[in-house]
């Protein structure tokens, strides 16, 4: 099993910056194959969360269009610890944002895991 730990959240004005981390952990956590962040604005389901960035194990590297030259997703693979750095925050970044992990259960069945998410306020 697969525990992810967010941190790093918290309030800002526009123009500004965060950093958020998310530190992975568990049994499982060598059968990772992707780390995503993931946000839910205010007033959006579950089911509406938006991918804002994920990389893969092979080093692959996506990002939403609205976060594109903003953000910045790395990992340090020694501590297990996947960072998002943001730049140049807008108002509309405003959202919970969560790590999620693709990896095998004890099973050997691939499983979403996900944090418990961290608020990014985004003020102007």
């Known amino acids: 099993q697969v525990q992810l730990v967010e941190s790093g959240g918290g309030s800002v004005q526009a123009g500004g910056s965060l950093k958020l981390s998310c530190a992975a952990s568990?049994?499982?956590?060598?059968?990772?194959?992707?780390i995503h962040w993931y946000r839910q604005a205010p007033g959006d389901e579950r089911e509406e969360r938006e991918l804002?960035?994920?990389?893969?194990?092979?080093?692959?590297?996506r990002y939403a269009d609205a976060v594109k030259g903003r953000f910045t997703i790395s990992e340090d693979n020694d501590k297990n610890i996947i960072d998002l750095q943001m730049n140049n925050l807008k108002t509309q970044d405003t959202a919970v944002y969560y790590c999620?992990?693709?990896?095998?259960?004890?099973?050997?069945?691939?499983?979403?895991?996900w944090g418990q998410g961290t608020q990014v306020t985004v003020s102007s």
């Open positions: 568990g049994a499982t956590v060598s059968t990772c194959t992707t």
């Open positions: 999620a992990a693709t990896c095998q259960n004890i099973n050997g069945r691939l499983k979403q895991y």
């Open positions: 804002v960035s994920d990389i893969s194990r092979e080093g692959t590297i």
